[in-house]
């Protein structure tokens, strides 16, 4: 691996684990209600993921909770999680090594797919 490539992964997860999930929080609404998805939706996805339900999904958009909070606080990830794999963010979700970015990416993929169209069974891998 080269100095840069390894420069650019630590710089990226530094980013990560310090990035606010309240902030992103409003551009993943904004970018499945674009796309002609609902928050509804999208929050459904983030139940499935996380185990928050609505009440403790605030709580952490409140609390102003970085992602690193967010999913050390998350009740319960879901086992079938792993099932999510493909590219995002030009990563593949599988090689990923670091367990925070792994989630991260989850959640964004998921994202992405309902942003995408994709039928709500097939993204919470019925």
């Not at 530094?14 to 904004?30: D, G, T």
Request: aromatic share 14%; proline share 3%; charged share 30%.
């Amino acid at each position: 691996m080269t100095f840069f490539y390894l420069y650019f992964m630590n710089t990226n997860t530094e980013r990560i684990y310090k990035m606010s999930f309240a902030r992103v929080y409003p551009l993943y609404v904004q970018k499945v209600e674009k796309k002609g998805r609902s928050k509804a939706e999208l929050d459904s996805i983030i139940y499935w993921l996380t185990g928050y339900d609505a009440q403790a999904l605030q709580g952490q958009i409140d609390e102003k909770n970085t992602f690193e909070a967010f999913f050390d606080q998350a009740p319960q990830m879901n086992p079938n999680a792993s099932k999510i794999t493909g590219v995002i963010c030009g990563y593949r979700i599988e090689d990923i090594e670091d367990e925070l970015v792994k989630k991260v990416r989850y959640l964004d993929k998921l994202v992405d797919e309902l942003a995408k169209g994709r039928p709500m069974e097939k993204i919470l891998r019925s």
